[in-house]
């Protein structure tokens, strides 16, 4: 198994960034996925969820109505559209199934920052 973002780059409050994630190893298409993140100091925690057909999201309540989960099965790809950045949002970004499923990726920085 395989999991690999990028996307994350350093960015202004207010601003967008996509990241995503390419995935091999397993049938992606059967599985729930989800994006972590980890701050400096702090736990791992979840930030959105997809269903393996894409019709389900849920969010952290901290991200909800600014980042959007998304999936192309035919591509293995995961996608997080992250608008209206908050400094708050600086973390590692990790994709992962459910609990953590699979081997963690090497994650992809975001920071937020003036």
Known sequence: VHLVESGGDLVQ??????LSCAVSGFTFSNYYMTWYRQAPG???ELV???SST???ENYASSV???FTISRDNAKKTLYLQMNNL???DTAVYYCNGLGGR???GPGTQVTVSS
């Open 54 to 56: 894409g019709v389900i």
């Open 42 to 44: 702090k736990e791992r």
């Open 48 to 50: 959105a969820t997809i």
């Open 64 to 66: 909800k109505g600014r």
């Open 86 to 88: 908050k400094p708050e």
């Open 102 to 104: 699979f081997g963690w």
């Open 13 to 18: 409050p207010g601003g967008s960034l996509r």
